[in-house]
């Protein structure tokens, strides 16, 4: 089968389309024909070798991608309720080829394109697990930090949906996205506890925040807040925070899956995508999430 791979750690000129062994499902996986796959910022880093677990010795070649939508092929065993020829979306490893396993999945409902599914996996997950663990509830005001990328619109949408009122961070430019969304928007940087109070001046509502930017608004969120515990980063590994740091690694929210779907479905939850390239221009996909100002999601067709 095709697959994109690389052989070296380095820039997106590394990534080629090539030859590969087809994996097959392994207990509690399915494996699919691939039909789109997300790009998201871990995919650079892993690839750049800014990020990587395998160690600085790269085990050649490395197929890249952790987020797939497209038809199942193989069952694996014990798994209950998919069958070969359902359309699904969901997470795995070395996705972005021909044929690809899913360890953690859902079924995509007929109204959800494949572009659609791939796109909110990890997204839709990280979302969930923020909301989870902040303990969201309707009545509070989410303060989002970086909300118009991958993980920020969808976030503004789920607590929505929770009942919160959402204030989000962009560039100028994407305000209107965000007011689309339902989010009050503000810009990022400096000074941004004092601009959310100008916004909410006189709700006395309870704050909750989420830091998805990594840029150093930790110490601003947690005096809005007034508490270290209604503040998480996924973003700011420098140890130095009192937020909490939420990693995949501590548990993951894929409940999100199946419910995000259907909120899909039912048109009330708008899966934002900057791009859709076809994957012999995954190089130019991963220099855009590179530059960290993508809006929402970027998608590669495999055909
Ligand atoms: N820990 C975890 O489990 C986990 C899971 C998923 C993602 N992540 C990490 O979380 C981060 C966000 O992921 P993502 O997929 O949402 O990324 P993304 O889609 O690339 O996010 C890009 C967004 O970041 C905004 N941004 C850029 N500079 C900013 C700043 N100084 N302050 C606030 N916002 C800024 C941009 O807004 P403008 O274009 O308007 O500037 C852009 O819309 C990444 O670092 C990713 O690796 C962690």
Partial sequence: MRALQHHTYGGPDVLALGEAEEPHAGPGEVRIATRAVAVNPID???????????????R?????????AGVVD??????????????????????????????????????????????????????????DRLDARDGQVL?????????GTTLVQLAMLRGLTVVGTASEAKH?????LGALPTTYGPGLAQR????????????VAADLAGKGSVAELIELTGDPTRVVTIADFSGETD?????????????????????????RFEVIIDQVLPWTEAA???????????????????D
């Fill in 44 to 58: 650079a880093k892993l690839r750049s070798g800014a990020f990587a677990p395998e160690g600085r010795r790269l």
């Fill in 60 to 68: 050649a070649p490395r197929i890249p991608g952790l987020d797939a």
């Fill in 74 to 131: 193989e069952v694996g065993e014990g798994v209950q309720g998919y069958a070969e020829g359902d359309r699904v979306f969901g997470a795995g490893t070395s996705v972005t080829a021909e044929r690809s396993t899913l360890t953690a999945f859902a079924h995509l409902p007929d109204e959800v394109t494949f572009e659609q599914g791939a796109a909110v996996v990890t997204v839709a997950e990280t979302a969930m697990r923020i909301l």
């Fill in 143 to 151: 303060v989002v930090d970086g909300a118009s990328g991958g993980v």
């Fill in 176 to 180: 209107d996205l965000l007011r689309r």
């Fill in 196 to 207: 959310v109070r100008e916004l909410l001046a006189g709700q006395g509502a309870e704050l």
């Fill in 243 to 267: 937020a909490v740091v939420s990693e995949g690694s501590q548990g993951r929210a894929w409940h999100a899956l199946g419910e995000v779907a259907a909120l899909v479905a039912d048109g």
């Fill in 284 to 302: 130019a996909a991963h220099t855009a999430i590179e530059s960290g100002h993508t809006t929402g999601k970027i998608v590669l067709t495999v």
